[in-house]
């Protein structure tokens, strides 16, 4: 279930569904990335700045309090101790050293709540090449801060100010600037969807830190955990937990989606809960679709989860009932950010808030050892948390 066949799909899900002019582009960086990951002086190159520039391994961090409070062992893998504050670091960086190691000259990235563009202008600022990021306009009201960091970096930030002026028309306009610029310029995808081979790609560069987290909790505990939580928008933090515990079937992974205003609204981005598979971005996967398949608005008051889709991998683990599927409304992630901030004196991004949320559910058996995934801090979320909380 780990890894697409040679066709690039996980089950029916995924494969290449794009024109004629990006089939060459594909399976050249595909080429190029089985030969990188081969590669022991690509190898060491990304593992030196990983470790000596973003600082990894990240600490698996008890959470005395919250345990304490749920009668249930926490565990907090602390990806928001990265370098740039979250996950997205660790594909954007590898991405961007196999750009360049193909000969691109220039990068491009999409970005919902900007940590993926800021990461992305991390990279291409170490390793020296210009980078264009597309972003919504209301992405961009609301994620102020780090717009500021990415043009500080030397990036320039697109504004798409059509349809819902989110995550999805910003990846629309990346795909359509690479369709015209694929022979000099790479298009850094920074979650787990896309056509093949992106999602294989994320996975593997996102893959470290379910191998990290599992070899720091057998350390702690000498035993697995009962649950692995993760908030999921189109995947990456997610599978790149889930991946080092996806054998272990007594390990539940669940998965947690942004219920917006509710469920029982449209306004929401549940898009394994609520969604059917359908084709959007290059790959299939489940999406939030009304009957005549139009694809629907997905809101989240987190602009990270704030997409009406989700990535083939999970899409396909959905289906085998390998993960578990709950949600968290956007009133349920800001209490959770609060709750969380006040009993840890850790302030998680309001994505990673929705997977705090989920503690707090009776799904859990006493003393029940746990896993969650801190995929960002909330620095990136003051202003709109202020307006809440």
Same mark, same amino acid.
């Given at each position: 279930?780990a890894m697409?066949?040679? *066709?690039?799909?996980?089950?029916i899900? =995924?494969?290449?569904?794009v024109?004629? !002019?990006?089939?060459e582009?594909?399976?050249a960086?595909?080429k190029? +990335?089985?030969?990188?990951?081969?590669?022991k %002086?690509?190898?060491?190159?990304?593992? @030196?700045y990983?470790?000596?520039y973003v600082?990894?391994p990240?600490?698996?961090?008890?959470a005395a $309090?919250l345990?304490k409070?749920?009668s249930? *062992?926490? +565990?907090?893998k602390r990806?928001?101790?990265? #370098? /740039?504050?979250?996950?997205k670091i *660790?594909n954007?960086?590898?991405q961007?050293?196999?750009?360049k190691k193909?000969?691109?000259?220039?990068?491009?990235?999409?970005?919902g709540?900007?940590q #993926? =563009?800021? %990461? !992305?202008?991390?990279? /291409?600022?170490?390793?020296?090449?210009?980078?264009?990021?597309y972003?919504?306009? &209301? @992405?961009?009201?609301?994620?102020?801060?780090?717009v500021?960091?990415?043009?500080?970096?030397?990036?320039?930030?697109?504004?798409?100010?059509?349809?819902?002026?989110?995550l999805? &028309? %910003? /990846?629309?306009?990346?795909?359509?600037?690479?369709?015209?610029?694929?022979q000099h310029?790479h +298009?850094?995808?920074g979650?787990?969807?896309?056509?093949?081979?992106y999602p294989?790609?994320?996975h593997e560069?996102?893959?470290?830190?379910g191998?990290e987290?599992?070899?720091?909790?057998?350390?702690?505990?000498?035993?697995w955990p009962?649950?692995?939580?993760?908030?999921?928008g189109?995947g $990456?933090?997610?599978?790149g937990?889930?991946?080092a515990?996806?054998k272990?079937r007594? !390990?539940r992974?669940?998965?947690?989606?942004? %219920?917006?205003?509710?469920? *029982?609204t449209t306004?929401h981005a549940?898009s394994?809960?609520?969604?059917?598979?359908?084709?959007? #971005?290059?790959?299939?996967?489940?999406?939030?679709q009304?009957?005549r =398949?139009?694809i629907?608005?997905?809101?989240?008051?987190?602009?990270?989860?704030?997409?009406?889709?989700?990535?083939?991998?999970l899409?396909?683990?959905? @289906?085998?009932?390998?993960?578990?599927?709950?949600?968290?409304?956007d009133?349920?992630?800001l209490?959770?950010?609060?709750?969380m901030?006040?009993?840890?004196?850790?302030i998680?991004?309001? &994505?990673?808030a #929705?997977a705090?949320?989920?503690l707090?559910?009776?799904?859990f058996?006493?003393?029940?050892?746990?896993?969650?995934?801190?995929?960002g801090?909330? @620095?990136?979320?003051?202003m709109?948390i202020?307006?809440?909380?």
């Amino acid at each position: 279930m780990a890894m697409p066949d040679k *066709n690039g799909r996980f089950g029916i899900f =995924g494969g290449r569904y794009v024109p004629d !002019t990006l089939f060459e582009a594909l399976s050249a960086l595909e080429k190029a +990335y089985h030969k990188a990951i081969k590669d022991k %002086a690509f190898k060491k190159e990304l593992h @030196d700045y990983l470790t000596h520039y973003v600082g990894r391994p990240t600490p698996l961090t008890y959470a005395a $309090s919250l345990s304490k409070i749920l009668s249930l *062992n926490i +565990y907090l893998k602390r990806e928001d101790l990265n #370098h /740039t504050g979250a996950h997205k670091i *660790n594909n954007a960086l590898a991405q961007v050293l196999l750009a360049k190691k193909m000969g691109k000259t220039r990068i491009i990235a999409e970005t919902g709540a900007g940590q #993926h =563009g800021v %990461a !992305t202008a991390t990279a /291409t600022a170490l390793l020296g090449l210009p980078c264009d990021i597309y972003m919504g306009e &209301e @992405d961009m009201q609301r994620q102020s801060l780090n717009v500021a960091r990415m043009r500080l970096m030397g990036a320039s930030v697109i504004k798409v100010d059509q349809g819902s002026k989110t995550l999805k &028309e %910003a /990846t629309t306009a990346a795909i359509r600037d690479w369709m015209q610029c694929h022979q000099h310029t790479h +298009y850094v995808i920074g979650s787990a969807l896309g056509p093949h081979p992106y999602p294989m790609m994320v996975h593997e560069f996102q893959s470290i830190i379910g191998k990290e987290a599992k070899k720091q909790l057998l350390k702690k505990e000498k035993k697995w955990p009962d649950a692995v939580i993760a908030c999921v928008g189109g995947g $990456s933090n997610a599978i790149g937990i889930f991946s080092a515990f996806l054998k272990h079937r007594q !390990t539940r992974l669940i998965a947690v989606e942004a %219920a917006g205003h509710g469920l *029982n609204t449209t306004q929401h981005a549940a898009s394994l809960g609520k969604g059917k598979p359908g084709i959007l #971005h290059g790959t299939l996967m489940y999406l939030l679709q009304d009957f005549r =398949g139009q694809i629907g608005l997905a809101h989240s008051i987190s602009a990270g989860l704030d997409y009406p889709g989700v990535g083939p991998e999970l899409s396909h683990l959905k @289906d085998k009932q390998r993960i578990e599927i709950q949600s968290a409304t956007d009133q349920e992630a800001l209490e959770a950010c609060r709750w969380m901030a006040e009993l840890e004196g850790i302030i998680p991004a309001l &994505e990673t808030a #929705h997977a705090v949320a989920i503690l707090k559910k009776n799904i859990f058996k006493k003393q029940d050892l746990i896993v969650l995934n801190l995929s960002g801090r909330g @620095d990136k979320d003051m202003m709109t948390i202020s307006q809440y909380v």
